[in-house]
């Protein structure tokens, strides 16, 4: 066996479900205590939970916010019923850690300029490299109820019902929240 | 341009259109280029907003949160401000493991004895949500090793078998533990502690191998 079947037998097939038993691991270790278990499990979601709070709100936040997070996590640790990924329940609670500064914010709810032009002075680039940043930067500068919608459908997947309770608004609200960001977005994609 | 159909078209991109509905938009796009060509734009937001990237911060932020974990404790250098770049030969990795190994044992004949749980309330992951997949891992990791086992030599080998057999047989004193006193939350950490050494181990050792190739 070549050296590179020879690593990808010993890490690919494994790598996924390996990760998975060594996060339940350190899961359970973080619970009782274990603060360096716990630092593993920061090391490993960090990048999506900033993300996540950088796109929901203003970037100069994130770090903060991202902070409290990751401190909340451990001090939630016991409501942690195994029920599904680390991540994923790590997500969610990002996501509530989010709409609650929100609200402390005083960010009035579901915010949307029709005239989109919010989305004017970002400079599009179409097919480039920078073309992701400038996607952030297109993303950052929508009204705040869509870019909340379009975050948690679009980017993190969430379903138009979940995204409605999480914001206390009808799910027919989020998806035409979402159709403004869409169209929103669609104009940055034309320069 | 906007017609009646212009608010609907995300829902019909994200498949959320009644049949009727759906079958009219349909038959509009067939005759609409506006509407087709803003559909078009629309799955490409879409797909770049799922191409999107995460990105870590660019600060480090851990230090801050350990700070705020433990107020009662000092708390510990970053591993950031500490952390160097080291390389291990077999003989130091293997003299690792074995130290390894001698906490897990110590650590099954202190879970043995009469205690109470390390933690008031209950400890919430139990290894019978992760076992399972575990169990699995190692028996696949073992089977790569059993393959590329030929690339170390005999001593390594057997120091290696060694020190699985010994890591084996701590996790089933703890399992055999863990069976007369299901609930006790310091067997079922320990349980987690020497299966993940055990994972840690083996990826070392096929690491190992695999350099050797």
Redesign the interface.
Known sequence: ???QA??A??LI??QM??A???E??????A???D?SA??RL??TH???V??LVRRMLDADE??DL??DV??RA?QK??????ESAFGTWLHRLAVNVVLARRKTLGVERGRYRTDEAALDGVSGRRETPE??VD??EALSRLPDGARQV?VLH??AGYR?EEIARMLGVVPGTS??Q??HA??A??RY??R | MNDQWTDRLSEYLDGELAAGERTALEAHLTTCAACRATLDELRKVVARAKALEDRPPSTELWSGIHARLTPGRRPGVSRDATSRRVSFSVPQLLAASIALILLSGSGVWLALQPRSPVRDGPVVVTPAVWTGRTDAAISELQDVLSRSESRLDTATVRVVRENLAVIDRAIAEARNALAADPGNAYLNLHLANTMRRKLELLRRVNAIAAAQS
């Not at chain 1, 339940?24 to 270790?29: I, P, Q, R, S, Y």
């Open positions: 066996m070549s050296r020879l690593e037998a010993s097939p494994d479900a390996a998975a038993d060594a339940a691991a350190d899961t359970a270790l619970a009782s205590g603060a716990f630092e920061y090391r960090v990048a999506r900033h993300s994130a770090d991202t902070q990751f401190v451990w640790l016991s409501t942690f019923r195994g073309m992701s996607f952030e379009f679009d980017v138009h998806k035409s979402l159709h869409r169209m977005l669609r994609l034309d």
